[in-house]
């Protein structure tokens, strides 16, 4: 069974006119799953994260900062980047609560796998620091949840979106429990990730330089982050499932089509089921050419339902 996790608080959190991270975003993800295909999924409200399964991983006066931060009407910018308005906080919450729920069922064995269709996105976000459209990382709160709860010693972080998770590497990089993988494109933003940091055996970065495509993305997984993977043996796979690496998302130039996105989710149940008794659960992190994203969200979770 795979489930799905979303709520309508999601769409409440609205950046603006001009803004790439939209409320059409999710839009177009539950579009594409309100589809005979999709009909089993497994649909659930996602809850509120509660604040002490925030403060696992962010700094209290940070989430204070946060939920003291939201306007009455208009938008208030964080950042050049990142922007809050009326109905953010409860966005940010559910997304952060949707994956803990996720990992909770997951552990359970309630359901094998789960997509949590969420914004706003989270790998962005640091301990301290929003930014990069993220406010609370929620890949990253439900793996210090799933560690504090449940008492998994070994969960892996799979970050395929085409930036960088500065934030999640961030919050990990002294904990050898979550091992991060990331594939993304270099340089592009945030500047973070490169091959040669010294952050430990259990942070793997490998990049994909502009106008790389499916051979040398699925290459890249298949030599470099997939064998590390298997050797950490993880007990959970939490997937920050971003498809702004599509040939036509307007914020980056790789050039990976929707096939590609069922690929590394193929890859990655495999993973699980060699080592996390099938124990998935993915998060929307990016993608922003509405189209795309469909097609990608669809291929995703095409391959966790099959």
Wanted: with cysteine; net charge negative.
């Amino acid at each position: 069974m795979t489930r799905l996790y979303t709520h309508a608080d999601c769409l409440r959190h609205d950046p603006g006119a001009g803004h790439a991270e939209v409320p059409a975003r999710l839009r177009a993800v539950l579009e594409a799953l309100d589809h005979d295909r999709f009909a089993a999924l497994d649909r659930v409200e996602a809850p509120l994260a509660e604040i002490e399964q925030l403060e696992r991983v962010h700094a209290p006066d940070y989430i204070q900062r946060i939920l003291g931060s939201e306007p009455d009407a208009g938008t208030f910018r964080l950042d050049e980047d990142t922007v809050m308005s009326p109905g953010s906080v409860a966005a940010a919450r559910r997304a952060a609560g949707a994956v803990c729920a996720a990992v909770d069922a997951v552990l359970a064995g309630e359901t094998s796998h789960a997509f949590c269709a969420v914004r706003p996105p989270g790998h962005h976000a640091t301990p301290d620091r929003a930014m990069g459209f993220c406010l609370f990382n929620s890949i990253a709160v439900g793996a210090a949840h799933a560690m504090a709860v449940h008492r998994l010693k070994r969960v892996a972080i799979v970050d395929f979106d085409v930036h960088h998770g500065n934030g999640s590497q961030d919050i990990f990089a002294e904990d050898a429990r979550v091992m991060y993988a990331s594939s993304h494109q270099a340089p592009l933003y945030p500047g973070t990730g490169e091959e040669d940091q010294p952050c430990g055996g259990h942070i793997i970065n490998a990049t994909l330089p502009p106008r790389s495509g499916s051979q040398a993305f699925r290459e890249l997984w298949e030599e470099r982050l997939l064998p590390r993977l298997y050797s950490f043996k993880p007990q959970l796979v939490l997937v920050s499932a971003g498809f702004d690496g599509h040939r036509l998302d307007p914020l980056a130039d790789l050039e990976l089509e929707s096939e590609d996105y069922a690929w590394i989710t193929h890859r990655l149940l495999q993973l699980a089921d060699a080592h996390a008794r099938g124990r998935l659960v993915s998060a929307l992190e990016g993608g922003y050419h509405l189209d795309a994203l469909r097609a990608g969200v669809a291929a995703h979770v095409g391959e966790l339902m099959a």
